[in-house]
């Protein structure tokens, strides 16, 4: 749907309003009542557009901080919350590691950099999350599924109706009070299917802090890459 000469997608939702937000990589989505009809929809973000500028605007001013990261020789890079510096290697690693507070790559393997960045995040954050999952199953007295760290376009996490909890492996990125969050946010869903006042008071129960590691993903969320 078209509102102003920008492009929303429209997304069904069961809730009774209707929320605009712009996606993580620029795009406007709008989460919209599930029976409302078209013209209304129409209307209602038509009368929006101010707020629609407005975000925007926010989102272009939050992604002006995104750092476009070339594999070089001192180069930061995000892991957990904190920025390390590439250095270029001999070839004594066969692969990249995190050794004395520096990346450390082999340059014969710099043209594989990305993926072996992507790798050590993936690899990383599945050790991490396990024994916080658990940790936070037991105090929040849930039970998960399967448990992935993969490639998740737009989205931090996401829990599926299987109970199955996937993780974006740039989840990594982020400092460890924000992969907590991250964490007791989808746990949370194993118990409400939506963002209620219930489903934030059972996140408040466990993380009453909450507030600040969500806004600190909406500050840095954009740092979080590649
Ligand atoms: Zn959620």
């Known amino acids: 749907m078209q509102i102003a000469g920008i492009e929303v997608?429209?997304?069904?939702?069961?809730?009774?309003?209707?929320s605009i937000f712009v996606e993580r990589d620029g795009s406007l989505s709008a989460r919209v009542p599930k029976e409302m009809p078209k013209e209304e929809i129409q209307s209602v973000l038509a009368s929006k557009e101010y707020q629609i500028?407005?975000?925007?605007?926010?989102?272009?001013?939050l992604n002006e901080t995104k750092i476009l990261r070339e594999y070089v020789s001192g180069q930061s890079f995000l892991y957990l919350g904190r920025n390390y510096r590439l250095t270029l290697v001999d070839d004594e690693y066969d692969s990249l590691v995190l050794k004395n507070g520096f990346f450390l790559l082999p340059k014969s393997k710099k043209m594989a950099a990305?993926?072996?960045f992507k790798e050590?995040?993936?690899?990383?954050?599945?050790?991490?999350?396990?024994?916080l999952i658990i940790k936070f199953q037991q105090k929040m007295g849930v039970q998960s599924n399967a448990i992935r760290v993969m490639e998740l376009g737009n989205r931090w996490?996401?829990?599926?109706?299987?109970?199955?909890l996937n993780f974006h492996w740039k989840c990594?990125?982020?400092p460890m009070n924000v992969l907590h969050y991250i964490i007791v946010h989808e746990l949370a869903h194993l118990i409400h299917d939506n963002h209620s006042h219930a489903f934030w008071n059972t996140?408040?129960?466990?993380?009453?802090s909450y507030h600040k590691e969500k806004e600190w993903l909406r500050q840095y969320g954009a740092q979080m890459d590649l």
Not at 9 to 18: L, N, P, W, Y
Not at 203 to 208: E, F, I, Q, R, T
């Open 157 to 164: 996490a996401s829990c599926t109706n299987k109970k199955d």
């Open 120 to 131: 050590f995040y993936k690899h990383k954050l599945t050790e991490k999350i396990q024994p």
């Open 203 to 208: 996140v408040d129960k466990v993380l009453p």
């Open 9 to 18: 997608t429209i997304i069904r939702s069961t809730r009774k309003t209707v």
């Open 172 to 174: 990594a990125m982020a």
């Open 53 to 61: 500028h407005k975000n925007l605007a926010e989102w272009a001013t």
């Open 114 to 116: 990305k993926g072996l």
